[in-house]
């Protein structure tokens, strides 16, 4: 029981970090504000099942979409800026969602939060829900959308040039990430059946990311083993508390350190060995 | 024919006039040059026509096509092609994504068969790959096909980067300075490039470039320019002769003398 319970948690989370990777991990766009998203999939889904009596189902696909809607108001106006610049807004983004879900209290319940949401989200979803995400971020990424976001990190005057309509791609990404994470959110409220605003604030984005970093920003299977290792370890070691912070934070910095590529990174540094043919005429 | 034609374009950077009502005029298959001394605005004449700066005044046209507001994606898909004086490859990437990256905009799958990773993305990816290849190929650089391009020597990225900037099949290529940090041997074989690729691919290329021995060898018409005005526009020869063309890499002789 016990480790079901760990199993279901990892794997929400792990929807979350998926719904990260293409954004942070592929196109380096830092969100803060993923956080809010994941809170809007929850509050509409629970909002959803318990005051408009709607069916799991439905309450779930009206959380992507409200997910999706918040996406293109927070991605529109801001993702022609910098990146810092971005980063700053989405942080802004996040504590204004969680200072609207307080005030809102007759819809969201304050800041005591919405209890007896049903269980509507047992294993079998989380799991086939995290494989069929993994699935399809997996098919994106082999094909032209992970070239437009690594072209992007990596130089988007260059990108612009080569034809790639940069801004268009990331309002794409952003909004990719924004509904994956609204679901993963909606996963949640239905799988732990208490939600309150404080769960998601912008540290719980922040630790997206740098799960992430630490798994390796290019390669989606260290990312996802990344977060399986973090989240099961947080929570079978939920009795070390403090320690298991710790514990991340020095990890983090060793890895940054001594594998910068991030720990299942796939950057390899290959010198080639044949000579170039048109040297060699001369 | 007529492919690119700039009407008195200007370009000002606070109170620098970088560029000032330079016109000029590009024609289907030619290869021409735009010199002239460091900071003359050369690179700045490449950033306006690629989209990259907006001009202040002016216009631009390409294939008769009023471009001067498109953004500088819409540019590249129009045919207008480009490489960068600082070299600017996407280092996260082997060089066969650098090469294939550039070819997004001739790809017709959409966002839902990238997602389900229908027979169409399979199939174009497929195709995407065999062009990459040919393309590698045609500039010597298959064998580093799964190098990345951090890794590889300057030349090669020089190269690479021309090879990107071919595969969307442009009608004009702008080379910014493709000359630069290559020995003697590697600028005879880029200049042979050139040639051939002009010859094979039907391409129109622009040249900005300080080596003259590539200037004069391979263009058929050199535009000079010196603080942001045209001063001299010609063969090599009259190019070579014009006065003002002395002056401004020599200073005025009658002061030396």
């Known amino acids: 029981m016990f480790y079901s319970k760990v199993l279901e948690t990892t794997l929400i989370f792990s929807i979350f970090v998926l719904s990260v990777y293409p954004l942070s991990g592929l196109t380096g766009l830092f969100s803060l504000g993923q956080g809010a998203f994941i809170a809007i999939g929850a509050y509409t889904a629970a909002i959803g099942t318990l005051q408009y009596k709607l069916p799991p189902a439905i309450s779930i696909m009206l959380a992507i979409c409200i997910g999706i809607i918040g996406g293109v108001i927070v991605g529109v106006p801001t993702l022609k800026l910098r990146r810092d610049y971005f980063l700053l807004i989405t942080f802004g983004f996040s504590e204004m969602v969680r200072a609207l879900l307080l005030w809102m209290a007759q819809l969201t319940g304050g800041a005591m939060g919405i209890a007896g949401i049903p269980y509507a989200a047992g294993l079998p979803l989380i799991a086939i829900s995290a494989i069929v995400i993994f699935f399809f971020i997996a098919n994106i990424n082999k094909s032209a959308f992970r070239r437009n976001c690594i072209a992007i990190r990596d130089d988007e005057l260059a990108t612009q040039a080569i034809g790639i309509n940069v801004y268009w791609h990331k309002i794409k990404v952003f909004i990719l990430s924004a509904s994956i994470s609204a679901y993963g959110g909606a996963l949640y409220a239905f799988n732990m059946m208490f939600i309150e605003p404080n769960l998601f604030d912008w540290l719980e984005s922040a630790k997206l990311i740098i799960i992430i970093f630490v798994g390796g920003m290019n390669s989606l299977l260290g990312v996802f083993l990344m977060s399986v290792i973090y989240y099961t370890f947080g929570e079978v070691f939920r009795f070390a508390s403090v320690w298991r912070d710790l514990i991340l934070g020095v990890l983090v910095i060793v890895v940054l350190i001594f594998r910068p590529q991030g720990l299942f990174g796939t950057i390899k540094t290959v010198f080639p060995t044949i000579r170039f043919p048109f040297l060699q005429k001369n | ?257």
């Open chain 2, 1 to 257: 024919m007529e492919l690119l034609k700039l009407e008195s374009v200007s370009k000002s950077f606070g109170g620098v006039q970088a560029v000032h009502e330079v016109s000029l005029i590009q024609n289907k298959d030619e290869i021409t040059a735009i010199i002239g001394p460091n900071g003359a605005g050369k690179t700045t004449v490449f950033n306006l026509i690629s989209g990259i700066y907006q001009q202040d005044a002016g216009k631009i046209f390409f294939r008769g096509m009023d471009i001067s507001e498109l953004a500088p994606h819409r540019r590249c898909a129009l045919g207008i092609s480009r490489t960068f004086q600082n070299i600017r490859l996407f280092n996260n990437m082997t060089v066969l994504e650098n090469v294939k990256v550039s070819y997004a905009n001739h790809l017709t799958y959409n966002f839902f068969d990238e997602v389900f990773r229908t027979g169409k993305v399979k199939k174009e990816e497929r195709e995407l790959e065999e062009r990459a290849f040919e393309y590698l190929k045609l500039l010597y650089l298959d064998v580093y096909a799964s190098s990345y391009p951090g890794n590889l020597p300057y030349g090669i990225q020089r190269r690479l980067e021309l090879a990107r900037a071919l595969l969307p099949e442009p009608n004009l290529l702008l080379l910014d300075e493709p000359a630069a940090g290559l020995n003697p041997s590697e600028i005879r074989e880029l200049m042979e490039m050139i040639l051939n690729l002009q010859h094979t691919k039907k391409l129109s290329i622009i040249i900005v470039e300080h080596h003259m021995e590539l200037v004069m060898n391979i263009c058929s018409r050199i535009h000079v320019l010196d603080f942001g005005k045209k001063i001299a526009e010609g063969t090599p020869k009259e190019v070579i002769e014009n006065e003002k063309v002395l002056q401004a890499y020599l200073g005025d002789l009658g002061e030396v003398c």
